[in-house]
């Protein structure tokens, strides 16, 4: 005759035990998760140096977080349904709990496997000092929002840059009411300007509606685009910002896409 064993209040108290520090495992596995998928944020503000920062997740960071918590929402699942069979076991009179964990070798490989993507995601994303200043230079002068200029780089020359932006407003039916050629003009005088044009158009069916609207905006307009060269020969593009002359004269929301096209326009003349 097999003798069962006996399950006592110890055998219990330790399942418990057990189960409580495996709801801690996934308890700490998605608070980790959720620094790690908001670790991207902290990152780009030391790169941007400015605490002004849209207030959402990006790149990989996002998605190792994500698979962290993913991972304690799992693990909590199935240490409950392990207790639970574990609870069954005893009152059985079981005695077979013998084996690896097989929940904990999961977890410690998921783990370690995590462990080597974000390694090597963070050993492909270092980059030369150098490399960094030039990004670090890019940014701040895409967020001179102060002054209501966004500035873009473009990968054409200033001539170049501003035939593009002819063919795509004509295009697109825009009218070219002038194009001042600064440095052109400071050739005349003895001058010397490095390479600075600046084109003036607009539609009068989007633009008078503003005008209407918010009188004062035709200090502002017809819109205007500057293609002008940096003293180490980089190519910009500058417009005003739709958002600071919608707040500088009180644009309605409605009219706002007839000054947001200068964006949209000034990115396809920089591709």
């Known amino acids: 005759m097999t003798d069962r064993h006996t399950s006592g209040p110890a055998d219990y108290l330790a399942a418990e035990r057990t189960f409580l520090a495996w709801i801690r495992t996934g308890l700490s ?9 908001r670790f991207g944020l902290f990152l780009q503000a030391l790169q941007l140096g400015n605490s002004r920062f849209p207030a959402r997740a990006y790149g990989p960071s996002f998605w190792f977080g994500t698979a962290l918590i993913l991972l304690g929402m799992t693990v909590n699942v199935l240490s409950a349904r392990s207790h639970v069979r574990l609870v069954r076991e005893l009152n059985r009179g079981g005695a077979d709990y013998n084996r690896p964990s097989s929940l904990g070798i999961a977890v410690a490989i998921t783990l370690a496997l995590l462990g080597l993507a974000i390694a090597i995601y963070l050993v492909s994303v270092r980059e030369p000092r150098q490399g960094a200043a030039a990004i670090s230079e890019e940014n701040s002068m895409n967020a001179n929002h102060a002054t209501g200029v966004v500035t873009i780089p473009c990968h054409r020359s ?18 070219l ?23 003036i158009f607009g539609n ?15 200090i502002d307009l017809p819109l205007k685009i500057l293609v002008w060269e940096d003293a180490d020969g980089k190519v910009w593009i500058s417009y005003n910002d739709p958002a600071y002359l919608q707040a500088r004269h009180g644009v309605p929301a409605a009219l706002i896409p007839n000054i947001a096209v200068v964006e949209a326009l000034a990115t396809k003349a920089a591709e």
Do not use: C, W, Y
């Open 177 to 199: 009411f002038a194009l001042v050629d600064h440095s052109g003009e400071a050739e005349k005088v003895g001058m010397a300007l490095r390479p600075t044009k600046l084109l």
């Open 29 to 37: 596995l998605m608070g980790f998760g959720f620094v790690v998928a």
């Open 158 to 175: 200033v001539d170049g840059t501003v035939e593009n932006l002819q063919r795509i407003l004509q295009g697109k039916g825009v009218k």
């Open 204 to 218: 009068p069916q989007a633009g008078t509606p503003l005008m209407i609207a918010s009188p004062t905006s035709a």
